[in-house]
């Protein structure tokens, strides 16, 4: 029986573990150019309109086919993997997990409907395709992260639960702003307005700090408070 308790805590672990794996992979941007062209129309006499659009379109997704190093939708899969595992456990917390599992399918196919769109959409029109596609990632990230601290926060006394609640729901306030900010900042960067690179790298800094904070704080209270041992009995 003993031995059965810890094979299930030992599981329950590797899942989190696959979790927070998934939210590095998916939450975190390294982009490598492909060289494969859009095939964008960059006109040197174009009107400010169509100047603004093609700002912001290439501030998005570039000129070229440009592919994360950690490719979002494994990441994705991974947290989707991780969620699917608990349901039945003693950490499981259906309303949570099932929200957490939509947002990743959200998210996941976002970011894939980002890297194909430019291919078929003039680029005129895909100013508010994209904007949508982004926001949903970023909105989709940070209600997987909310998902996660419900579960973590499950079985923790009152406290605990405020001090583990507010830790972790601030890195991923701090990451939605962050991505928020940074790509406005960046679109104001190609524009050529003053101090704006500069700013977005002060960003893109606090946004992977996020990242790494929520990842460290919840391996930190997953070690401190048990929560994801034995199921009580």
Not at 35 to 45: C, K, L
Not at 178 to 201: N, P, Q, S
Request: aromatic content about 14%.
């Amino acid at each position: 029986m003993k031995e059965n308790a810890l094979a299930v805590r030992k599981n329950i672990k590797s899942y989190m573990y696959m979790i927070l794996a998934g939210i590095f992979l998916a939450a975190l941007i390294i982009n490598i150019d492909t060289g494969i062209s859009y095939g964008f129309v960059m006109g040197n006499n174009e009107g400010l309109g169509v100047y603004a659009k093609t700002q912001i379109v290439t501030t998005f997704v570039g000129t070229k086919l440009a592919v994360d190093v950690l490719f979002d939708p494994v990441g994705y899969l991974l947290i989707i993997g991780g969620l699917l595992f608990l349901k039945g456990s003693h950490v499981d917390k259906k309303n949570a997990r099932n929200r957490g599992i939509f947002m990743a399918v959200m998210g996941m196919s976002a970011n894939i409907l980002e890297l194909l769109l430019p291919f078929a959409v003039n680029q005129n029109n895909l100013v508010m395709p994209l904007i949508i596609l982004y926001a949903v990632q970023v909105v989709a990230m940070v209600a997987i992260m909310y998902s996660v601290t419900a579960i973590c926060t499950k079985k923790i006394d009152n406290y605990k639960y405020m001090q583990i609640g507010r830790d972790l729901r601030f890195s991923a306030d701090l990451y939605g702003v962050c991505m928020i900010v940074g790509k406005v900042l960046k679109v104001f960067g190609r524009a050529g307005i003053y101090f704006a690179d500069i700013l977005y790298w002060i960003v893109s800094g606090f946004m992977v700090f996020s990242i790494i904070y929520f990842i460290v704080k919840f391996w930190l209270y997953m070690r401190a408070t048990d929560t994801f041992g034995m199921p009580e009995t």
